[in-house]
């Protein structure tokens, strides 16, 4: 079982950047592919990143390359989200979840377990 746990969420300005963590706790985490999701108010939960459980492969979503980067310190146990060039679109709570299996997938039914999430805010 893992436990997630994220922070570095905050109000921010356009332009600016900010770097989510996301700590867990348990033996499968460097065994797991891991990802961030991100639910903005009155949407749907969705796909920003994954990484694999050895960090050599990664996957970011369209609307977020070139801007942010998914990462992973196995050695801590923690996974990371470095967020540049934030725009107001990118308000959201973000989440991150533990995938299935090692290689991860951008699917939110994929993953097992998930933090409570950190709240990001962008203003114009």
């Known amino acids: 079982q893992v436990q997630l746990e994220e922070s570095g969420g905050g109000l921010v300005q356009g332009g600016d950047s900010l770097r989510l963590s996301c700590a867990a706790s348990?033996?499968?985490?460097?065994?797991?592919?891991m990802g961030w999701f991100r639910q903005a108010p009155g949407k749907e939960r969705e796909f920003v990143a994954v990484?694999?459980?050895?960090?050599?492969?990664?996957e970011h979503a369209d609307f977020v390359k070139g801007r942010f980067t998914i990462s992973r310190d196995n050695a801590k146990n923690t996974l990371y989200l470095q967020m540049n060039s934030l725009k107001p679109e990118d308000t959201a709570v973000y989440y991150c979840?533990?995938?299935?299996?090692?290689?991860?997938?951008?699917?939110?039914?994929?993953?097992?377990?998930w933090g409570q999430g950190t709240q990001v805010i962008v203003s114009s």
């Open positions: 348990g033996r499968t985490f460097g065994s797991s592919a």
């Open positions: 979840a533990a995938g299935r299996g090692p290689l991860g997938s951008s699917r939110s039914d994929e993953y097992d377990y």
């Open positions: 990484i694999s459980w050895s960090g050599s492969k990664t």
